[in-house]
């Protein structure tokens, strides 16, 4: 809206009279208030990356092992803007939660999707021990949610059959991504259908993002399960199975102290460091996390 404005008197000879000048200057004023006064109010400031990994709310545990998982750099060559839809998938603990969250949810929309398992029945590949795991874990990352709403009220959270797992989104979304999952998956014989989940839950052009913990090349594929560790060439057939087109891949989560023989498999490592003790642990911690692949997909 255009608002025009006339001056009642000429404006040289305000400008001789000091007094009409006083008059003129509070004019002047009153009009960039007034002006000022249309500017919309503007809501809680969007967060950059080094904001949000420098935040309060992300404890101190979970930001020492930035250096590990260089979420900054991983989010950035997959691509992911602040106002996408992005769907993260079995979250875990919530540790990109925290990152995702702040950075989605002012402009864009942020979906996170975990197992529903209050009608699971004890299997070869959901025994009821594991299944009692998942369900601590997803009580304690529901917990995190509720103890923070002004970071995580408006995250959209979705369940799934983790025996048949098809995702029931509102909307095709932007971008997928999955951190250190695929070995849980192959192991559950459900590695292909989720993969095909992903790709039905995306746009055209849409993202797949992939960090998993890596295999040596040739790595057979019960060695890859038992172990944790996947070979890239599994993760990209899989990929290419359910249609999507291979973008590229990073080393930024490679980690070269990583021999990937450890007795524990990929848990040796940190943070779980499975059946470590005493000098052990701290010999293993100077090993960091595991080296893994970092792989970005399409959908034509």
Request: proline letters at 5%; glycine letters at 6%; aromatic letters at 12%.
């Amino acid at each position: 809206m255009k608002i025009k404005f006339s001056f009642p008197y000429d404006y040289k000879i305000m400008m001789n009279n000091k007094y009409k000048a006083k008059i003129f200057l509070g004019y002047l004023i009153f009009l960039a208030l007034l002006i000022q006064s249309f500017q919309p109010l503007t809501a809680d400031p969007i967060l950059s990356f080094k904001e949000i990994l420098k935040a309060d709310h992300r404890s101190s545990k979970n930001k020492m092992r930035d250096k590990f998982r260089n979420p900054q750099e991983t989010l950035e060559f997959f691509g992911v803007r602040g106002n996408e839809t992005v769907l993260e998938i079995t979250p875990g603990m919530g540790w990109y939660t925290e990152i995702l969250a702040p950075l989605i949810s002012k402009e864009g929309v942020f979906y996170v999707a975990n197992y529903s398992l209050e009608n699971v029945i004890p299997s070869q590949h959901f025994s009821k021990r594991y299944i009692s795991l998942l369900k601590r874990v997803d009580s304690s990352y529901r917990d995190k949610l509720k103890s923070n709403p002004k970071i995580y009220s408006e995250i959209n959270y979705v369940t799934f059959n983790p025996k048949n797992p098809i995702f029931d989104l509102k909307e095709k979304i932007d971008v997928v991504l999955t951190f250190r999952n695929i070995h849980n998956w192959s192991k559950a014989q459900t590695a292909e259908i989720i993969f095909a989940s992903f790709f039905n839950s995306l746009k055209r052009g849409g993202t797949l993002g992939v960090v998993e913990h890596r295999a040596k090349p040739g790595t057979p594929l019960l060695k890859q399960i038992e172990t944790g560790y996947m070979t890239e060439n599994v993760v990209k057939n899989l990929a290419k199975k359910a249609g999507f087109r291979f973008e590229g891949s990073s080393e930024i989560n490679k980690n070269p102290r990583d021999t990937t023989k450890h007795a524990s498999g990929v848990w040796t490592l940190l943070p779980i460091q499975r059946g470590l003790k005493g000098q052990e642990k701290v010999e293993y911690a100077k090993i960091g996390e595991s080296d893994r692949m970092t792989l970005k997909f399409k959908k034509p």
